[in-house]
């Protein structure tokens, strides 16, 4: 049974950079794609990019280049950050295991929160 | 960007209850549909993948059909754990990957 693990700042400030990482617990790194997703409070799902196992990625559009996700195969873990960082950034981020390009097993959600 | 729309946004029914929600896309995604429902608090969890088929674990009460541009998902008696937000997503198109607006359901 797959466990994926969070772990990063959950309160920055406008222009600064967001930093999570996701541990991952019983899966090979090598046979999926892992994604990170994000939800602003009361609303619904954005999807951000994904990263295979070799560091291919692909992001959305939206965030304008401002997205890197990379992937750590010898620790088992994958991680997002996110630049010039603005309000409209906050948001629940959760980190996920893909069944094939889809999100199918998530991480338990971290709440990051953009204020001066 | 493929745009995913849910109806209805929100429906209130009993324990018990046939209940169905589409999703239609803004073009043809084949079957590269997926449904996910989402308690407050925690993440989504995966029902339904390539528009049909059962995740592991999920109760056969949940199916999933549809093609092209129209999906349903269909519950067919109603339990007390599945009045949640349940959301529609496609993988034809990753540049990106889009999810509908989702449909609350609720206890009548």
């Known amino acids: 049974q797959v466990q994926l693990q969070q772990s990063g700042a959950g309160l920055l400030k406008p222009s600064e950079t967001l930093s999570l990482t996701c541990d991952v617990y019983?899966?090979?790194?090598?046979?999926?794609?892992w994604s990170w997703l994000r939800q602003p409070a009361g609303k619904g799902l954005e999807w951000i990019g994904e990263?295979?196992?070799?560091?291919?990625?692909t992001y959305n559009p939206s965030l304008n280049s401002r997205a890197t996700i990379s992937v750590d195969t010898s620790t088992n873990q994958f991680s997002l950050s996110i630049k010039s960082l603005t309000a409209a950034d906050t948001a629940i981020y959760y980190c996920a295991r893909n069944k094939g390009h889809s999100p199918a097993d998530w991480g338990q959600g971290t709440l990051v929160t953009v204020s001066s | 960007d493929i745009q995913l729309t849910q109806s209805p946004s929100a429906l209130s029914a009993s324990v018990g209850d046939r209940v169905t929600i589409t999703c239609r896309a803004s073009?043809?995604?084949?079957?590269?549909l997926n449904w996910y429902y989402q308690k407050p608090g925690k993440p989504p969890k995966l029902l339904i993948y390539?528009?049909?088929s059962l995740q592991s674990g999920v109760p056969s009460r949940f199916s999933g059909s549809g093609s092209g541009t129209d999906f349903t998902l269909t519950i067919s008696s109603l339990q007390p754990e599945d009045f949640a937000t349940y959301y529609c997503?496609?993988?034809?198109?990753?540049?990106?990957?889009?999810f509908g607006q989702g449909t609350r359901l609720e206890i009548k």
């Open positions: 997503q496609q993988s034809y198109d990753l540049l990106p990957i889009t």
């Open positions: 073009r043809s995604i084949t079957t590269y």
């Open positions: 990263v295979s196992h070799t560091g291919a990625t």
């Open positions: 390539a528009a049909s």
């Open positions: 019983g899966a090979s790194f090598s046979d999926y794609y």
